[in-house]
T-cell receptor, first 114, second 115 residues
Framework: AQSVTQLGSHVSVSEGALVLLRCNYS??????LFWYVQYPNQGLQLLLK??????LVKGINGFEAEFKKSETSFHLTKPSAHMSDAAEYFC????????????FGKGTKLTVNP | GAGVSQSPSNKVTEKGKDVELRCDPI?????LYWYRQSLGQGLEFLIY????????KSGLPSDRFSAERTGGSVSTLTIQRTQQEDSAVYLC?????????????FGPGTRLTVL
């Protein structure tokens, strides 16, 4: 069984500040991990994914995440927030090796203040 | 097409009516998934299809929900005798099995409102 916990349903940062969105996972098998972003009234867009290669994963829009097996974490970071980063972010896990369903966290809504 | 498309984008129906939601996956993608996004439950898996294999229906919440995928491409999610708790955004995703790792590409969703 797999699960994802996202700490903080709402995160607020100032423009230019560090963005840190937390994700912890539980998986009985080696996982694949994903971050998706959802802008208002839109579908989910893939930001980045961990697939058992490099533990530090770089994605689009300047985001990156680090897979830490010992901490069962996959936190999302961005050094400097932009107003356009305001959206909801979802962490998801699936089992490696096949066309497995995604199990999502509850999401974190990011607000960027000018 | 360039991405996953879904129709309609919005659907308002009365309690007790049946609805059909359509998903057109990315051309050539062999796997297709349906998820539901609601305020109370977040993002939940409903069903997935892969090639000619039997679909994984483990996420369907009741027997009022069903889905089919015709010709390995287009999929229709049907909800019979809709209830107010069915109100949600229904998201479809597709992926190409055998390529990179289960990267699912999502459509814009259908927002269902049951009055």
């Amino acid at each position: 069984a797999q699960s994802v916990t996202q700490l903080g349903s709402h995160v607020s940062v100032s423009e230019g500040a560090l963005v840190l969105l937390r994700c912890n996972y539980s998986s009985s098998v080696p996982p694949y991990l994903f971050w998706y972003v959802q802008y208002p009234n839109q579908g989910l867009q893939l930001l980045l994914k961990y697939t058992s290669a490099a533990t530090l994963v770089k994605g689009i829009n300047g985001f990156e995440a680090e897979f830490k097996k010992s901490e069962t974490s996959f936190h999302l970071t961005k050094p400097s927030a932009h107003m356009s980063d305001a959206a909801e972010y979802f962490c998801a896990v699936s089992a490696q090796g096949g066309s497995e369903k995604l199990v999502f966290g509850k999401g974190t809504k990011l607000t960027v203040n000018p | 097409g360039a991405g996953v498309s879904q129709s309609p984008s919005n659907k308002v129906t009365e309690k007790g009516k049946d609805v059909e939601l359509r998903c057109d996956p990315i051309s050539g993608h062999t796997a297709l998934y349906w998820y539901r996004q609601s305020l109370g439950q977040g993002l939940e898996f409903l069903i997935y299809f892969q090639g000619n294999s039997a679909p994984d229906k483990s996420g369907l919440p009741s027997d009022r929900f069903s889905a089919e995928r015709t010709g390995g491409s287009v999929s229709t999610l049907t909800i019979q005798r809709t209830q107010q708790e069915d109100s949600a955004v229904y998201l479809c995703a597709s992926s190409l099995i055998g390529s990179e790792t289960n990267t699912q590409y999502f459509g814009p969703g259908t927002r269902l409102t049951v009055l």
